[in-house]
């Protein structure tokens, strides 16, 4: 490594978060150096659930054909109680608003090999395995990284004295719950209180086996218990520790076989991959910038899994932060678009890590009265003439950079299937991902004034409609959600939330006039 390195972003963490948004700022032609203090990718499972926003995120970046193939999409999540009774069966079929499968299950190692991969195809991007971050500084010019090497030593990480200096406009802590940059930016938690430990156990089966049900959760007071896919080949068990067992007891191998054998999961039928204890928290950072330090990720929001959102939220700060970073670093606009990034996710994330733990709240049941009564009262609300479970949360971004007031603002946009030119594809293979102008018509379009085309064009923003001077509207997604929110046009940002849209043709050029004033840089 040269000493003084200088680049446009350096991120702290080599994670999927990490990684995403390195992908993202390197091929927009940034320079990026990310700092990782293990030297090589961690190999054992962690995530393992994706929603279809993340993988239209994928898809943008270029590597969902590759990810696809390490994927293995699941249908249906069912809750059943000690008796197997069905008390909630959540359907997952289909896709999602964002043109991809409801739900996919994979290994994080495997996924973390895929982005690899992309990231080091860049030459603009550098990856130092082995550094860590031990002091910053900052000025108006960026900030100033001292890292020093390491090496594994007994499964630590010990610094080996070699030292050096990176320079970078801007720093993104994407370094895990323990976060470094948090702590050198002096940010606290909010801690919600919630915290239960569980026994994390990974196997890949050695003979052919079909699994009934393919993903679900046991309420059993006697031990929760959650069985679902992890990934191709591969099966997780997560056991709820009980009162009076403690993580040294419980995160042993002997343990994990125990546990495991009750479903017929040996030594002869299975490898065990991995167990380890984990402490299922909901907790968040007070902030999320400190100047030109952001956090992303496990250093910005820790939740429990039960919603399978974890990852998806530090994905999806990536994906904010990419847009941002890149418009600042072109000179299309300044720091103060940063501001609205910790506002709009903390309130998204604050949504989903409160409905992780409501779910939590039912499933970690231990009293068997208290388990016997919700057992009672789930079954009874089936019964009810036309219930359906829970939807999972849509949360609204928080008070941010989009029109609060517009038709569907700050919410996900859908993808659908399109026809333009005699290319048949989803909207982003066929258009491209970015800022995004959808109207229903060429005649909503002419209505642009002079200033606002040239703003569009200036930044890059993808000018379109459907019908018949347009693309083909395949699914009738777009149709459907112009009548949903009674709009003419759409304004989607490049992570696919609103920025805003027009009722009328007439609203248009005020839509347009916000959003291009709120890019500028502030005078």
Not at 103 to 119: K, Y
Not at 358 to 364: D, E, M, P, T
Request: aromatic share 8%; charged share 20%.
């Amino acid at each position: 490594m040269q000493a003084d390195k200088r680049v446009d972003v350096a991120i702290v963490g080599y994670g999927p978060t990490g990684q995403l948004l390195a992908l993202m700022l390197g091929r927009a032609g940034h320079r990026v150096t990310v700092i990782e203090r293990w030297p090589d990718l961690y190999p054992l499972p962690r995530a393992v659930h994706y929603d279809h926003e993340i993988a239209r995120l994928f898809q943008a970046s270029g590597v969902m054909n590759d990810i696809k193939l390490i994927a293995e999409i699941t249908d249906r999540y069912q809750w059943l109680n000690a008796s197997r009774e069905v008390l909630m069966d959540f359907n997952w079929g289909g896709r999602g608003l964002s043109g991809w499968p409801v739900a996919s299950m994979f290994s994080q190692p495997q996924l973390e090999r895929v982005l690899d991969t992309h990231v080091r195809q860049l030459p603009n991007v550098t990856i130092l395995p082995g550094w860590s971050a031990t002091t910053l500084q900052q000025d108006a010019q960026g900030v100033r990284l001292e890292i020093e090497a390491g090496r594994i030593e007994n499964g630590k990480w010990t610094a080996t004295g070699d030292t050096d200096t990176v320079h970078a406009r801007y720093l993104i802590g994407a370094d895990g719950a323990n976060s470094v940059v948090r702590t050198m930016s002096g940010i606290e938690f909010e801690d919600l209180g919630f915290a239960f430990d569980w026994l994390v156990v990974d196997i890949q089966p050695t003979e052919p086996r079909e699994w009934i049900p393919k993903t679900w959760q046991l309420c059993d007071p006697a031990r929760p218990t959650t069985i679902v896919p992890g990934g191709p080949g591969r099966r997780r068990w997560e056991f709820m520790l009980l009162p009076g067992e403690t993580a040294e007891q419980m995160n042993q191998e002997s343990v994990a076989w125990d546990l495991l054998s009750h479903w017929d999961v040996t030594p002869r039928n299975a490898l065990l991959e991995r167990h380890a204890v984990y402490t299922f928290r909901g907790r968040w950072a007070q902030q999320w910038r400190a100047g030109k330090v952001l956090l992303a990720g496990d250093a910005a929001h820790l939740m429990p899994p039960f919603a399978g959102q974890g990852m998806c939220s530090g994905l999806r700060d990536a994906a904010a932060l990419a847009w941002r970073l890149n418009t600042i670093l072109r000179g299309k606009g300044g720091d103060r678009l940063l501001d609205s990034y910790g506002p709009e996710r903390l309130n998204h994330v604050r949504e989903i890590i409160d409905f992780s733990i409501g779910l939590g709240k039912v499933i970690c049941i231990t009293d068997p009265e208290a388990a016997a009564a919700r057992d009672r009262e789930m079954l009874a609300a089936q019964a009810t003439p036309g219930f359906q479970p829970p939807d999972a949360p849509r949360p609204r971004l928080g008070a941010g950079l989009y029109d609060p007031h517009s038709p569907g603002s700050g919410w996900l946009t859908p993808q659908g299937a399109i026809e333009l030119n005699g290319k048949r594809g989803l909207f982003d293979d066929v258009l491209g991902a970015g800022f995004a102008l959808i109207a229903r018509d060429q005649g909503t379009l002419d209505r642009l004034s002079h200033e606002n085309r040239q703003a569009l064009s200036e930044q890059g923003v993808i000018v379109t409609q459907f019908g018949p001077d347009g693309f083909a509207d395949v699914d009738g997604i777009y149709s459907e959600y112009f009548a949903q929110h009674d709009v003419v046009a759409l304004l989607a940002r490049p992570d696919f939330y609103s920025y805003g849209a027009a009722r009328t043709a007439a609203d248009l050029n005020p839509l347009v006039d916000a959003w291009r004033h709120a890019m500028e840089p502030a005078c």
